[in-house]
């Protein structure tokens, strides 16, 4: 048994480092092998943690060191979070792909951010970790930060020594757009309170909630819990809206037999069958929302290229929506809010979003199809030819007439052997007089010619984006550069998201005085536990090269102390030996491993 896998264990489930001293997990330990002792609770929290997070940092840097090689640029995401212990954090993920067009997602930081969250110590310290790694800063990689529609964030990007490009998490900005439109519908306003109401009371009570789930089954429906809507939980107003009308057979047959959702006390009030029937329909307009941001918040695949299309989609079914003659006036109402609210998050849909315009730029199904019809496509090449091709030289118009005329300006016929040039040349210069050269085109321009007339996807479902530029790399070799960069991009800052939730897992009621170097340590290690060992990476190997070299530096130090004192030490002498090959002085004798050892303690007698 070691002790980096109880330390993996321990990290992976989110356990206290508590756990290895109750009584069932030293009973569990020594059902395995009775002479084993588990070290402390302090040894594996102030010990073997920082070896396996230094081991992990360690790998990630060969990872990236490797996969960044001659990368053009590479997203990230951040976002600010305060744990349950009042301690506040940022977050940094990495988002790149690989020189064979796989995308890789890191968390490279959780860091401890005490003090004011002004932009400018935001940038510095979004700075300070990506200097940590010199795959980041030791070549010109550009970079786009996707973040909330917080202002620090928004200054931080031109504030920082790399200046990122910025990009505001999309479905930040759908949630924004689906709160303030509720908010501006009076009649689905008050509608979402009272289901909010029927919701709460069913969390409150769990005798409303067996009345509920008995009717359900009297009337032969589904029951399913509902959901309470929060306001930083993305899409939960979908979850509340769909989780009732599932139970509304129930709940309708509670109504129409008088009982009272407040167990025979004033209870929240039931819904018409009216306001069902609006509730109804708000589900399929929440379900679209609710589609776009799965879809956009995923870390698995290119999201950047799907931002424009999806937007689109979302006016126009809000367009339907107001011409429908059987929807209900109050969701018409609701569409129109919806459309106005998202033309003024994402004017023209994004088009004009550098990130966003390129990314329908690049993708091989559209090719910048909406970008033409918003009339900014020619202005999106002309970003994308700044950022990914050299200069062109400059081209050297040729003159009208002048050379290009027989006889020079006069106009007279040449004489084809008396003129210094050859009399094939001669010809040439007589025959093409007058003619104007166009101007050479650049290596960017052809190769975005050469990219258009290429045949599309038979359908954007059957385009595999990566696959597709991967096959196209040699052919396109400037385009190809520009979308393993941007469509590195996410769309979303949900990586962020999703290390919080992880975080809140590990700082719980249990773990309340948990220090924030120790969070920061847990959370990396669980966050990039899977990703690495995807790599191949191996904890056992690489411990026991971190092992292997601090028992070297170790001799190499002792070695040195020894000189410098006029001691000197012999080859294989005691002090040139690491501690690793030293054995059990006698059979019957009771050994205690030294706590930097990674073994656990074994107790020979």
């Not at 995923?298 to 290229?305: A, P, Q």
């Not at 719980?508 to 990476?537: I, M, P, V």
Request: some cysteine; aromatic content about 6%.
């Amino acid at each position: 048994i070691r002790d980096r896998s109880v330390t993996q264990y321990l990290v992976s489930a989110s356990l206290p480092f508590s756990h290895v001293e109750s009584d069932s997990f030293k009973t569990f330990i020594a059902s395995i092998n009775p002479r084993v002792t588990v070290k402390s609770s302090g040894t594996f929290a102030k010990t073997k943690l920082p070896r396996l997070h230094d081991a992990m940092l360690k790998s990630l840097h060969k990872v990236l060191e490797v996969d960044l090689l001659d990368s053009p640029g590479a997203g990230l995401t951040t976002d600010i979070w305060t744990s349950r212990s009042g301690d506040p954090f940022l977050s940094l993920t990495l988002h790149y792909l690989s020189s064979d067009w796989s995308l890789k997602r890191w968390t490279i930081g959780c860091l401890p951010f005490e003090g004011r969250h002004t932009g400018h110590r935001v940038a510095e310290a979004l700075d300070g970790k990506l200097s940590d790694f010199p795959s980041l800063t030791s070549q010109p990689l550009s970079f786009t930060l996707v973040h909330d529609a917080a202002s620090n964030m928004k200054a931080a990007c031109p504030k920082s020594m790399h200046d990122l490009s910025s990009l505001v998490c999309v479905d930040h900005r759908l949630q924004t757009v689906l709160r303030h439109a509720f908010s501006e519908v009076t009649l689905l306003d008050e509608l979402m309170s009272k289901c909010v109401a029927i919701a709460a009371r069913m969390h409150r009570s769990t005798l409303t909630v067996q009345m509920v789930r008995q009717e359900c089954e009297a009337v032969g429906c589904p029951f399913v819990k509902t959901v309470i809507p929060v306001e930083t939980r993305w899409n939960s107003k979908y979850g509340m809206v769909q989780s009732l009308n599932t139970i509304r057979a129930g709940l309708e047959s509670l109504r129409d037999r008088g009982v009272s959702l407040g167990e025979g006390r004033t209870g929240p009030d039931h819904l018409s069958d009216e306001e069902w029937e609006v509730l109804k329909e708000v589900e399929l307009v929440l379900h679209r929302f609710d589609s776009v941001s799965r879809e956009l918040s995923g870390d698995k695949s290119v999201t950047l290229t799907k931002v424009l299309p999806s937007l689109f989609n979302l006016i126009g079914f809000c367009q339907r929506d107001q011409r429908r003659t059987d929807c209900p006036e109050p969701v018409k109402e609701l569409a129109a809010a919806l459309e106005a609210n998202l033309d003024s998050q994402f004017p023209e849909c994004g088009a004009r979003e550098k990130a966003i315009a390129i990314g329908n730029v690049l993708h091989p199904y559209f090719k910048g199809m909406f970008l033409k019809k918003y009339g900014c496509f020619e202005s999106t090449l002309s970003d994308l030819e700044s950022l990914v091709a050299p200069p062109s030289p400059a081209v050297t118009p040729v003159p009208e007439g002048g050379a290009n005329t027989p006889g020079g300006a006069g106009g007279a016929s040449l004489d084809f052997f008396g003129d210094d040039l050859d009399p094939s040349d001669a010809l040439m210069r007589e025959m093409t007089q007058g003619e104007t050269l166009a101007p050479e085109k650049s290596r960017f321009a052809l190769e975005v010619e050469s990219y258009l007339a290429l045949p599309r996807p038979l359908s954007r479902a059957e385009c595999d984006i990566l696959l597709w530029w991967k096959d196209h790399e040699a052919t396109l070799p400037l385009l190809s550069r520009a979308a393993r960069y941007f469509l590195s991009v996410p769309a979303s800052s949900a990586s962020s998201e999703r290390l919080w939730s992880a975080a809140g897992n590990i700082v719980t009621a249990r773990r309340y005085s948990l220090d924030t170097a120790t969070t920061e340590k847990l959370t990396f290690c669980q966050s990039n536990w899977q990703n690495l060992r995807a790599h191949g990476w191996s904890i056992d190997q690489e411990m026991e090269e971190t092992a292997a070299a601090e028992a070297e530096a170790a001799a190499a130090n002792a070695a040195a102390a020894a000189a410098a004192a006029g001691t000197p030490i012999a080859s294989g002498s005691g002090l040139a030996r690491t501690a690793a090959t030293a054995t059990p002085a006698a059979a019957g004798a009771a050994v205690d491993v030294d706590t930097d050892s990674d073994d656990l303690d074994i107790d020979y007698a």
